[in-house]
């Protein structure tokens, strides 16, 4: 085991880690930028060290002040938590450079589903169903337009080297592909140094389901159960579920299975997600995140694993312990994430927090880093928290999710508790009749502000 872990990262996420590095008593190193000097992370790890000011790429995405600060510190591990530089496999050779371990997969696993396009290749030998489109990256406009005559209109394209919705292009119908296939890869090579394209056909609203797998880099891996996410805006999900209400027991676990025996093949070692479109009945593979993400808690309320001692265990060396019989789902479980916006406009709003008064109860989960009187810094995201509640049916998580939004106090700073409150009470959310694109149609028809 790690003998000294050091949390790269900040707020919510970083007192995550901390939580498991004291459950498994482990010595923590938090690192903060001079923004952060009075974050919690800071005052709850064993350790800290200030590396940077508070631009990210100065502190937080700072490679060579976090090698400094695990030398300073005798940290032989690194969590990189999620965001800045968890999906860095460059990131992750260089500590491995330097005999410090990195909490997170292999750098080639993290390279290979870097790349959207090998991603998706690697998907389908692997047997994942994946969305009808190009199997290599696009040469030219004829060959698009053949392409996109046999897949069918709509079309979309995607950047090589984008993800998270980042460098996408719509063309309903022919004339609209090659304008569209110019501006794509413009963008692309604007904003990744890489104008790689390729398509696929353009489901217009389906479901997003992902599913949680935990692999040991040794064969072992087993799937945790979906996670639906469809209620996003412009892609920041905003609402996560497990399970998904579009599934049942038998088409969860036959996916969940499936992508289980994929991870299997590839070895893959740590925690990941395999992001999924679903569209009537059908599974389409999208993407794979290489990270603990933000939604995680969601499934340790329905299966009881905590995934980041599991993430760390597994990081290293130790060989899984858990079987796939042994993860047994019970319950449903909500999160929301709860930001510093302004619950209409969506404006950031830093700020001092003069009141804050968090939920509790049975079933309730609060993970947040923020306290009575904190400030909350512009620079970075703005996510104050995430409320996560758990209940024996989907109806009495909805009814706990009512009662600990209403319970909530937040004052001092404009935050989205309001579009929550909102939600709990409509009724396609209610009855889980809901798709990618519901929220931004709500929001649209002025679902807020009526
Ligand atoms: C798609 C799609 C429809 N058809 N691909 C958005 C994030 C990135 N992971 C891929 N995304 C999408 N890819 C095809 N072929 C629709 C989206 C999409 C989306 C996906 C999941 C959750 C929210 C979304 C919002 C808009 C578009």
Partial sequence: MFDKILIAN???????????CKELGIPSVAVHSTADEDAMHVRLADESVCIGPPPARDSYLNIPALLAACEITGADAVHPGYGFLSENARFAEILADHNIGFIGPRPAHIRLMGDKIEAKRTAKRLGLPVIPGSES??????????????????????????????????????????????????QAKAAFADDTLYLEKYLVCPRHVEIQVLGDGQGSAIHLGERDCSLQRRYQKVWEEGRCPALNEAARNAMGETVAQAMRELQYLGVGTVEFLYENAQFYFMEMNTRIQVEHPVTEMITDI???????????????????????????????????????????????????HPPGGLGVRVDSAVYHGYSIPPYYDSLVGKLIVHGKTRGECLM?????LDEFVI????????????????????????HICWLEDFLARGGMAN
Wanted: aromatic share 4%; with cysteine.
């Fill in 10 to 20: 900040r707020g919510e996420i970083a007192l995550r880690v901390l939580r498991a």
């Fill in 137 to 186: 990256g696009i040469a030219s406009d004829q060959e698009a337009t053949e392409l996109a005559h046999s897949i069918g209109f709509p079309i979309l394209i995607k950047a090589a080297a984008g993800g998270g919705g980042r460098g996408m292009h719509v063309a309903h119908r022919l004339e609209e592909l090659a304008p569209a296939l110019s501006s794509a890869r413009a």
């Fill in 306 to 356: 905590d995934l980041v001692l599991e993430q760390i265990r597994v990081a290293a060396g130790s060989q899984l312990e858990l079987t796939q019989s042994d993860v047994k789902f019970h319950g449903h479980a909500i999160e929301c994430r709860i930001n510093a916006e302004n619950p209409v406009s969506f404006h950031p709003s830093p700020g001092k927090i003069a009141q804050y």
């Fill in 400 to 404: 706990r999710l009512r009662r600990a």
């Fill in 411 to 434: 004052e001092g700073i404009d935050t989205t508790l309001p579009l929550f409150r909102a939600l709990v009470r409509e009724k396609d959310i209610i009855d889980g009749d809901y």
